[in-house]
């Protein structure tokens, strides 16, 4: 029991509307304000966390790939790396041990002078005394 109920003659304090422009009725919207802008915030937190998540497993993603794919290019590279040092080696190889036979062309001579050139017909041989290198060739017997 207060004070104000022992007294004879009833103040309407109680029965008066709250005033607007209170500062305990301003201060309790602005905690209001506050709590539900936390929570905005929170959530906001939540879903930046949630991106990152996915962000970082993308960029693992890609970081995978990219590694995989370095390393076949290595790898092709050191496969034709190693070609090309045995191409090179084996074309050595050829050129010291398979010398090329050097071909003489006989230098043009006039008729006159040619060594099967005669004025006798019965000294000049017959055609089929001549060796056939076709014959050879091909295997067949001459």
Known sequence: ????????????????????????????????????AQLLIGGLHLQLDDRDRAHAETVARIDERYTATIRE???????????????????????????????TVPVPVPLHQAPFATTNPGRVKPSWTFHDDEAELAGGVA
């Open 73 to 103: 290019l290595e790898e092709r590279l050191a496969e034709m790396e190693q070609r090309l040092s045995v191409g090179v080696l084996a074309e050595a190889a050829a050129a010291v041990t398979q010398e090329m036979p050097i071909i």
């Open 1 to 36: 029991m207060t004070l104000t109920d022992l007294m004879p003659i009833r103040l309407g304090w109680r029965d008066r509307p709250v005033r607007k422009h209170r500062a305990v009725d301003e201060v309790e919207r602005l905690q209001h304000r506050l709590a539900g």
